[in-house]
């Protein structure tokens, strides 16, 4: 079987981490190989790259901010998920190059022609990998702003506050638009239960008969 690559995006909040988790338990239950991976991570480096660029107390220049997220998945996609989709697994990967073209492009304001430019970086560091699916898991900016406060975590980007969190739930819609094929909106609000039934939906899609 050919190895497929499935991303979660969406806002801070939004329960990605827990539906990937919840999708790979089942399609392991159903008989399939999968590799749970997150950006920045899953390398021994990238891991180093991702306590780097999440920490709120060290300041990051933009272009060093950038830079450093695609050193990290350039690692990934080399070291763990080239090698994952040749064995046929299928990866549910937390986070991938949507997220680099939100956080550090559209939210900071790039123009057209510097995310174009963001676009090309993003294809030379992971080789042109580009996920067979992605879920994007939306919802109300505040709604998911109260989950993050009764999680108790944050980090550089949790710690910016409602309207940077309403610019990135926007990107992400952005982005959705652009690519309705590929980027799948799923409705984050509904109960746990109700997402990954809806996840697990979707997912089937595109696997093999």
């Known amino acids: 079987m050919k190895g497929i690559f499935i991303t979660f995006e969406g806002p801070d909040g939004s329960g990605k981490t827990t ?7 089942k399609l392991r239950q159903m008989g399939y190989e999968v590799l749970e991976s997150r950006e920045p991570g899953g390398t ?6 991702r306590s ?23 690692e990934h996609v080399e070291k763990v998920l080239r090698p994952a989709l040749a064995t046929g697994k299928i990866i549910l990967c937390d986070r991938f190059c949507d997220s680099t073209l939100v956080y550090q492009g559209l939210v900071k ?16 560091a992971c080789d042109e990998l580009i996920p067979d699916l992605t879920l994007l ?15 108790g975590v944050s980090d550089r980007y949790e710690d910016k ?16 638009e652009l690519e309705p094929q590929r980027i799948r909106v799923i409705n984050a609000e509904q109960s746990a ?7 697990l939906q979707v997912i089937r899609a595109v696997l093999p008969e």
């Open 161 to 176: 506050g409602l309207e940077f969190q309403r610019q990135v739930r926007t990107g992400f819609c952005t982005l959705a």
């Open 137 to 151: 898991l939306d919802g109300r900016t505040e709604v998911l702003a109260e989950r993050r406060s009764l999680r």
């Open 52 to 74: 780097l660029v999440l920490d709120a107390s060290l300041p990051l220049a933009a272009k060093t901010e950038v830079l450093l997220y695609l050193a990290a998945r350039s």
């Open 19 to 25: 539906q990937l988790h919840k999708a790979a338990e």
């Open 44 to 49: 021994e480096l990238a891991e180093k790259v």
């Open 193 to 199: 239960d109700k997402v990954a039934a809806d996840v």
């Open 109 to 124: 304001g790039l123009s057209k022609e510097q995310l174009a430019e963001l676009r090309r970086l993003n294809a030379y």
